[in-house]
């Protein structure tokens, strides 16, 4: 089967969204299917890829996410559709790429929405003081589900604000993990010495640089530690619009920032070489950063208002939004066994690997993980 899939607000120092497109790509290609990727960028482009073919069309900037862009002209994307004919589309935006499952509808083509953030939560985050957003939320989510055949959330948490509208074709499928690049064994003590030296704590904060990622978190968090007379220091490992303000305030703490780490063999050490990683973002619907630490046996600290406490299980803990929380639950676990510590976050990434992700996306579109299925498929299971 041909899957076009499109995705908005992917650039080459974007995270999770860029990890997930790239596996499970691969991985419907290592199934016999035919992935396509189609992505914005400055200008017009195709590769072969690992995971099949990819294809930047032009994008408009969106300003203040720091080199984001978002597909927005609907003529050419209709025609590169007709050109491409796919058999089902998958679309990981819920902006300017939802006008496609009504497209795809219409040419009788199966759909799939695969809904990588939390409208709800985002709403909350950044709505005026005082605006009701509720009724707008429940109206653009409703059109969602019944502009595509299938959608998929990646949790419980993200499921919800679908869940609770009765949503008839909704599907969970969590994403993975590469336990194999990610694992304790690439911890590495050179690195530790350069960046905590003298036996200090080594505490990694490694997101993109935005708002919604609440990085200012981390740095509060490793001054009220600082204030407690907790020797730690704070990597953090990302780009992002946040941050010049964000090294501002860092100026007298111990901080180092590595901007967008490209190569994931360093971000890999990296993790596993931490003591602990804080992930304080509230609106993450799954969070493959903090999965990735959990495969490096590190433990994480996350937001109790995130999807990511059923994800962690007991290889961290989740703190409600203050400093102090998140500073307490950051000293509990320091104060674990260290082998403990490094097991249970383990075993926390051993339930999530890429080939059940893939086989489960595969299956939400109603084809075999093994063999091609033919054209005029049923509706996928529903939830």
């Known amino acids: 089967m041909k899957l076009v899939r499109l995705a908005n607000y992917v650039a080459p120092a974007s995270g999770g ?22 992505v914005p960028g400055p200008r017009p482009g195709r590769r ?18 720091g080199g984001y862009r978002a597909i927005a002209a609907r003529r050419p994307l209709r025609g590169l559709l007709e050109e491409l004919q796919p058999d089902r589309i998958e679309v990981s935006d819920r902006t300017t790429l939802r006008w496609t499952g009504s497209w795809a509808r ?8 695969v809904s990588h953030d939390s409208l709800a939560a985002l709403a909350q985050m950044f709505r005026p003081p005082g605006m009701p957003v509720g009724h707008l939320v429940d109206r653009l989510n409703r059109g969602t589900a019944a502009s595509f055949d299938v959608v998929v959330c990646t949790t419980a948490w993200a499921a919800a604000e679908f869940r609770r509208l009765g949503a008839p074709n909704l599907v969970q499928v969590p994403l993975g993990v590469d336990l194999a690049r990610f694992h304790p064994a690439h911890a590495d003590d050179g690195l530790r ?6 036996g200090w704590w080594l505490l990694v904060h490694c997101s993109r640089l935005s708002p919604e990622k609440r990085p200012g978190r981390a740095l509060a968090v490793l001054a009220e530690l600082r204030r407690r007379g907790v020797r730690a220091v704070l990597v953090i490992a990302g780009d992002g619009p946040r941050r010049r303000s964000l090294q501002a305030k860092a100026a007298r703490l111990p901080v180092r920032f590595l901007g967008h780490v490209a190569n994931r063999g360093l971000l890999a050490r990296l993790l596993a070489t ?29 937001s109790s208002r995130s999807a990511l406490p059923e994800v962690i299980g007991q290889g ?10 998140y500073a307490d639950a950051v000293e509990r676990l320091l104060q674990r066994d260290a082998a403990e510590r490094r097991r249970l976050a383990r075993e926390g990434a051993e339930r999530f690997g890429w080939p059940a992700s893939v086989n489960g996306f595969l299956r939400a ?13 049923p509706a996928a299971r529903r939830s």
């Open 106 to 113: 219409r040419c009788g083509i199966g759909s799939m929405m």
């Open 48 to 65: 072969d890829t690992e995971q099949g073919l990819v294809i930047t069309v032009p994008g408009v900037p969106v300003p203040g996410t």
């Open 274 to 302: 931490a003591d602990l990683v804080i992930a304080p973002g509230p609106a993450e619907t799954f969070g493959l950063s903090a999965l990735e630490a959990l495969a490096s046996g590190t433990p994480v600290v996350v």
């Open 365 to 377: 579109h109603g084809l075999s993980p093994s063999a091609a299925a033919p054209r005029g498929l």
């Open 193 to 198: 010495a350069r960046l905590a030296p003298g």
């Open 316 to 325: 961290g803990m989740a703190a409600e939004e203050s400093d102090a929380a």
């Open 17 to 38: 969204l860029r990890t997930a497109l790239r596996e499970l790509g691969a991985g419907y290609l290592a199934a016999g299917h035919e992935p396509v990727l189609v």
